[in-house]
Structure formats: structure tokens, C-alpha cells
């Protein structure tokens, strides 16, 4: 094979972990400072799929048109699941916090499958088969957008934590849930916002990936392990470390998918998380014994 | 003996153990065909519970991955049966090594290089995925397309080859289940029991008291997934089809553990309680809808759902330890 495929399939899968990434992210903010884990993280991006698919249909909106009202459906959604009922979880174990995540992703599921049935639907933009010349590059146009779109708002989310006192706020809070406390910080306000934010970021990839993907209503699990891997890789509770996890896992399926077969591209990434796990469980950005 | 075998456990509880053990005993002679796989299923998942309580309810392991000890015992069974023509009871004794070699290996890695928590149950996903998609392209097992077992003649049972009527996995999980219970009782009340306990508590405590904490955990690991082998075999001989995307998948996991997690982690009644409850309300759910004329795909569970959410708002220890104070079947919390 000349080399040009590697590197096209490189391209594509660098831009599709870019959009992988900002998923992953949403998970490693909520996980870093609410200190929870969103065992139902791919449910929640499949609401947002289907929001924009349904726009799609009925009023032919693009989804990347309508990523904003859609990551704000989805920040309504994630302050009043933590407001309502996660906030009372924070101290509970681990496995209480997972059944009760659980819980939510099956309602997820479901209602999903009742409203909008078992089959996969996507959406055909108009540049849906566009692609671009680069030098020797061809890249396809929807993944050239989502890319670029992630990192947009990728960009948009460290600018917001690094410069503005809320994300500093927010950040405190991470650091030291006492200390914030004693300077009067709305610990519980807070932690809304965060997991708010969280899920809109998932809202906001999941507008960008159903331009590359489908979407069914039982597709949440597997987005959920994807977010897992990517931000153990990077580092849980690391922002750059999700974003470079994104990538790296979006390369290796990419790669994976092209070397071997598609449908084996996961083991890949599950061997990348074991390895890992086993050589540098803080992960590759992650600080030690966080 | 007795009188040391049934300490803890008030006279009303003992009543009520004994008529629940004679109805199970009974009742294939009165289900309907239908009940009866319900019943099984139930057995199972008592059974499964059981041996995934070992490492999380006792030791404090949270395994989110116990499909693949499932699928290894059950891919390995069938398929020695399918190709050397080799009976479950003797696959059995290749197919539980495995899964057992496999828990240990992952135990050993991860405990040695201090992985634990969220990392552990995480890592425990990773392996059963890994599993999938590799047993998705396994020839020897025929791949995603399926692997079949002769199917069964229920015109007499044959035990040994474990081909007969849903009655006999019936009484064979009732025999497991009751056996992993006693097991699971003798050794919270063991040595080796206790160590796990102070082990869920407070790992480095323990530690310091002197406990090897590896060493203990790797028992744990041992056998819950020796056990959890077991219930694979059975598994692959009830159902005579085996796909990985069905066996490994992370759903299957997640089944395992709901019952546990609902009726009670770390009790002895919890896994079983839990399983019921689970059960019932499933069929309930069916069959309220059913009668309403409902038929609506993926309503019973966001149904199923809701309920789950209440139970773990409403009761974070679970229904066993509520219910046991409640009617005062334990002298002490279990």
C-alpha cells in the first residue's frame, strides 16, 4: 500500500480523536472535580445525537449549526440530574454511585428506543462526500469540520477554566473540597455547573460525531468504554491529557482498522488502556497519585 | 454443629430459610414451562451473585468484568464438547483452570502494580472487551457467526453429558447455589473471611495490622472467578448457543452484579434477595403491560429503571439488610 493511505487514515483518524477527545473530556471534568464517575456518559451523548438528528429530518439544520442549543439541552439536562439527585451520591461508595448511573443509562436507552426505535439513523449534510486536497492529503469535509469544531470548543473550555473566576471556582474545588468550602464557595452550585458542563461537552461531540457515525439507541455503552480508555490513557482528571488520549485513540483505530480489520479495532485501544493501567496508572498526562 | 451453622440467624429466619428451601425443592412438579425458565434464571443469577460478592461484597474488588470468567468456562466447555466430543464434567475441570488462570493473572497484575478502585473495575471492563472483539475473530470457537451445541433430547436426561430438560439445570443450579451459599457462609466466618472484610474496610490498615493484603486478594479473585466459571459451563450446556457478543458483552457484567448490588453487597441473602426482586419485577412489569396492552419495545425497562433508581435512592445498603432488621431475621448485621 503507498504510503499516502497511512497518512490519509492518519489524518482521519487524528480529526476523529479530536472530536473523541472532547467526549473524553467531559467525563475527566466531571470525574476531576465531582470526583463521581458517568457510568451513563455515552447515553447522554445519544440524547444529543438524536436532538440533532431530529432536526436534521424535520428542518434540515445541520448538527454542527446546531451544537450550541443542543450542548444547552444537554447542561440543563446534567445540572438537574446533579442537583436532583446526584449531589446526594458525592460521599456514597463507588458501586452506589455506579447503580445508580446505571440506572439512568438503561432509562436512557430505552426511552430512547421507544421514541425513535431500534434502527440507525444519521445524517447526510450536503458536504457529506466533500473532501479536500492538502498537498497529498485527501481529508474527508465532515471530519475536517468536526475536528475543527472540537477543538473550538475544547479551546473555548480551558480558556473558560484558566481565565474566568468560576473556573477558577470551579477548579478550587477540585483541589481542596474543604478549603473551598471554608472561602464560601456554593461547593453544591458548583458541582452542578461542572457536571453541567460535562455533558454539555458530550452533547457538543455528539453533534460532531454523528457526522462521521451513526446512531442507535444502544450505541451509549460503547461510546461510554471509549470515553473510559481515552481519558485513563490521557489521565483521569487531566484536561490535556483527555485531548491527547482522544487522539492517540482515535489514530490507533484508525490505524488498527486499516492494518488488521475494523471490527478489531478496539482490542487495540483496550490494549493501549492495560498497558497503561499497568505502567502508568496516573496516565500519560495524569499527576502522580491524584 | 448445627447449632454453630445457623449462629446469627434468629428462629424466625430459620423457619423461613427451611419453607423457602422445600418450595424451591418443589417447585418444578407445579411451574409452567414458562415459570420454570424464569426460575432457572433466577438460579443463576442468585448463583453468579454469589460468587462476584466474593470479590466486591467481601474483599472490596470491583469487578466490572465477571462476563469474561462466564464466557471462558462456557467457550471452553462447549467447545471441547463440539470438537473432541469431551463432557461438561470434564470440561469442566479444563474450562475452570482457565477462567481461574485468567482471574489470577488479571488480579496479579493489577494488585501488583497498586491498581484499585474505579482503575480496578475499569481494568476488569477492558479484559471481558478484550475477550469480545478477540473471540469475535477466534476460528477454533467459529467466530462471530456462533458456536452451536448439538441440541438437546428431552426424552430422557442425561446428566453426564448434561443434555436433557430445563428440570435438570433447574435442580443442578439449585445444588450450586445452595452449595455457594454454605461456601460463601463458612468462609465469611473463617480466617481468611475476616481479612477480607478488613480488607474492603481499610486496605492499608490492614496492611499494617500485617495482613498480606495481595495474598488475600488473589484468593478472592481466585475464587469468585472459579465460581463464576462454573455457572459459564452451565450456561453453554442450557442455551447450546454461544456468541460473544452476547456472553462477553459488558450488559452481561452489569447483570451479574445488579442483583448483589440491589438486594444487599457483602450479605450472604443479598445476591439471592436481589435476584428475586429483580426477576419479579421484570416478569411483573411484563406482565402488567401485557395486560394493559402495552407493546411497546423498551418500555418494561425504563420501568425496570426507574424502580432500580428508587431502590438505590431509597435504600443505599441495599434491601436485605433493611428487610433483615425490619423483620428481625439476624440477631446482628451481617
Redesign the interface.
Known amino acids: 500500500m503507498p504510503v499516502d493511505i497511512y497518512l490519509n487514515v492518519a489524518v482521519g483518524g487524528i480529526l476523529t480523536g479530536l472530536v473523541y477527545g472532547l467526549m473524553a473530556l467531559g467525563l475527566s471534568v466531571i470525574f476531576g472535580v465531582v470526583r463521581v464517575?458517568n457510568f451513563a456518559h455515552g447515553e447522554m451523548m445519544t440524547i444529543a445525537m438524536y436532538i440533532a438528528v431530529t432536526l436534521f429530518s424535520a428542518f434540515h439544520l445541520d448538527p454542527l449549526v446546531m451544537l450550541v442549543p443542543i450542548a444547552a439541552v444537554l447542561f440543563v439536562l446534567g445540572y438537574a440530574l446533579q442537583a436532583g439527585?446526584i449531589n446526594?451520591f458525592v460521599t456514597?461508595p463507588?458501586?452506589?454511585q455506579?447503580?445508580?448511573l446505571?440506572?439512568?443509562?438503561?432509562?436512557i436507552?430505552?426511552?430512547l428506543?421507544?421514541l425513535f426505535g431500534?434502527d440507525s439513523q444519521n445524517v447526510q449534510a450536503s458536504y457529506a462526500y466533500d473532501s479536500f486536497q492538502i498537498g497529498p492529503l485527501i481529508v474527508d469535509a465532515t471530519k475536517l469540520y468536526a475536528g475543527l469544531t472540537a477543538v473550538a470548543v475544547t479551546a473555548g473550555l480551558f480558556a473558560f477554566f484558566r481565565f474566568t473566576p468560576l473556573g477558577t471556582a470551579i477548579r478550587a474545588c477540585a483541589d481542596n473540597y474543604t478549603g473551598a468550602m471554608v472561602v464560601g464557595l456554593d461547593v453544591k452550585r458548583l458541582y452542578a455547573l461542572t457536571f453541567a458542563l460535562g455533558t454539555a461537552c458530550v452533547g457538543a461531540a455528539g453533534c460532531m460525531l454523528l457526522l462521521i457515525f451513526d446512531v442507535t439507541?444502544t450505541v451509549g455503552?460503547a461510546y461510554t468504554?471509549l470515553a473510559?480508555?481515552i481519558v485513563?490513557t490521557g489521565g483521569?482528571g487531566s484536561m490535556p491529557g483527555a485531548l491527547i488520549g482522544g487522539i492517540l485513540i482515535g489514530l490507533t483505530e484508525a490505524l488498527a482498522g486499516l492494518l488488521f480489520?475494523p471490527?478489531?479495532k478496539?482490542?487495540f485501544a483496550?490494549?493501549i488502556?492495560?498497558l497503561v493501567?499497568?505502567?502508568r496508572?496516573q496516565g500519560i498526562m495524569g499527576k502522580r497519585a491524584a | 454443629m448445627i447449632a454453630r451453622a445457623t449462629a446469627g440467624v434468629t428462629r424466625r429466619g430459620l423457619v423461613l430459610l427451611a419453607i423457602l428451601l422445600a418450595a424451591a425443592l418443589i417447585a418444578p412438579f407445579f411451574a409452567s414451562d414458562y415459570l420454570l425458565t424464569v426460575l432457572i434464571l433466577i438460579l443463576y443469577f442468585a448463583y453468579t451473585g454469589q460468587a462476584w460478592n466474593i470479590m466486591m461484597g467481601f474483599a472490596g474488588q470491583l469487578s466490572l468484568g465477571h462476563a469474561l470468567y462466564v464466557g471462558l468456562g462456557a467457550y471452553v466447555a462447549a467447545a471441547l464438547y463440539v470438537h473432541f466430543g469431551i463432557g461438561p464434567w470434564l470440561g469442566l475441570l479444563v474450562a475452570v483452570p482457565i477462567a481461574v488462570a485468567t482471574g489470577a493473572f488479571i488480579g496479579f497484575l493489577a494488585f501488583r502494580f497498586r491498581v484499585g478502585g474505579v482503575y480496578f473495575a475499569i481494568l476488569t471492563i477492558a479484559f471481558a472487551e478484550f475477550a469480545r472483539v478477540g473471540f469475535d475473530h477466534l476460528a477454533w470457537t467459529r467466530g462471530s457467526s456462533g458456536l452451536f451445541l448439538p441440541v438437546a433430547q428431552y426424552s430422557h436426561n442425561d446428566l453426564w453429558q448434561l443434555r436433557g430438560h430445563p428440570v435438570m439445570f433447574y435442580y443442578i443450579l439449585l445444588a450450586a447455589t445452595v452449595l455457594a451459599f454454605i461456601v460463601c457462609r463458612s468462609l465469611l466466618h473463617s480466617r481468611i473471611g475476616y481479612f477480607w472484610l478488613a480488607i474492603r474496610e481499610d486496605e492499608e490498615a490492614a496492611s499494617a495490622a500485617g495482613i498480606d493484603t495481595f495474598r488475600y486478594k488473589m484468593i478472592a479473585v481466585v475464587i469468585s472467578s472459579g465460581m463464576t466459571a462454573f455457572a459459564g459451563v452451565i450456561y453453554a450446556f442450557y442455551y447450546n448457543n454461544l456468541f460473544p457478543e452476547q456472553v462477553f458483552n459488558i450488559s452481561r457484567s452489569i447483570d451479574i452484579i445488579l442483583a448483589p448490588l440491589v438486594g444487599g453487597i457483602g450479605t450472604l441473602f443479598g445476591p439471592i434477595l436481589g435476584t428475586v426482586i429483580l426477576e419479579g419485577l421484570s416478569e411483573g412489569l411484563r406482565t402488567l403491560l401485557g395486560i394493559l396492552g402495552i407493546d411497546v419495545p423498551g418500555i418494561k425497562q425504563v420501568f425496570f429503571g426507574i424502580v432500580l433508581l428508587l431502590v438505590v435512592v431509597a435504600l443505599p445498603e441495599g434491601v436485605w439488610p433493611w428487610l433483615a432488621r425490619r423483620f428481625r431475621l439476624t440477631e446482628r448485621k451481617q
Open positions: 464517575v439527585l446526594r456514597r463507588e458501586h452506589s455506579f447503580l445508580l446505571v440506572a439512568i443509562a438503561i432509562i436507552t430505552n426511552a428506543l421507544i431500534p439507541p455503552p468504554l473510559f480508555v485513563i483521569l480489520t471490527s478489531a478496539s482490542m483496550f490494549a488502556l492495560v493501567l499497568l505502567f496508572p
